[in-house]
């Protein structure tokens, strides 16, 4: 929850080559009181069956930039073993790319939602309400 001194951060994953939301996928969220300041680890949460992190820890107060880390490799890799057990044949699983960092500003007393939307192969992001 924001305050007017501080920001607060909210993300959701949706796994767009299965156009349902992304669950088990390890977010971490670390902040910075400036470009040139050193990240510091805030703390972590995992998407829900929803895609949802509802519990991510509130940046502090003087905060400019969060850092969201998603631990996506072990997601794809999930989902691949679970296909394979149910269609041997589908073998295409896996990430191009194992993690995703998102990086951003805050402004204090304001909420900011970055959804991830995701796929083996590429990812987007953008500022949600």
């Known amino acids: 929850m924001s305050t ?3 920001a607060s951060v909210s993300t959701h994953v949706l796994d767009t080559s299965l156009g349902r939301p992304a669950g ?3 977010v971490r969220l670390l902040a910075r009181s400036g470009r040139e300041a050193a990240w510091r680890a ?3 949460s995992a998407t829900d069956a929803d895609g949802r992190c ?7 107060e003087g905060t400019t930039h969060v850092r969201l ?3 996506v490799e072990p997601y794809f890799e999930k989902r691949q073993a ?13 990430a191009f790319f194992p993690e995703v960092t998102v990086a951003f500003a ?4 304001e909420h900011h939602h970055v959804p ?7 990812y987007s992001v953008y500022r949600g309400s």
């Open 69 to 71: 880390d998603f631990a």
């Open 106 to 109: 805050v402004t204090p007393g």
């Open 4 to 6: 007017r001194t501080t």
């Open 54 to 60: 509802t519990d991510l820890p509130a940046p502090p």
């Open 24 to 26: 088990g996928v390890a």
């Open 116 to 122: 991830l939307l995701l796929s083996p192969f590429g």
């Open 82 to 94: 679970d296909a394979q057990q149910d269609a041997p044949a589908n073998r295409d699983g896996g």
């Open 42 to 44: 805030l703390g972590g």
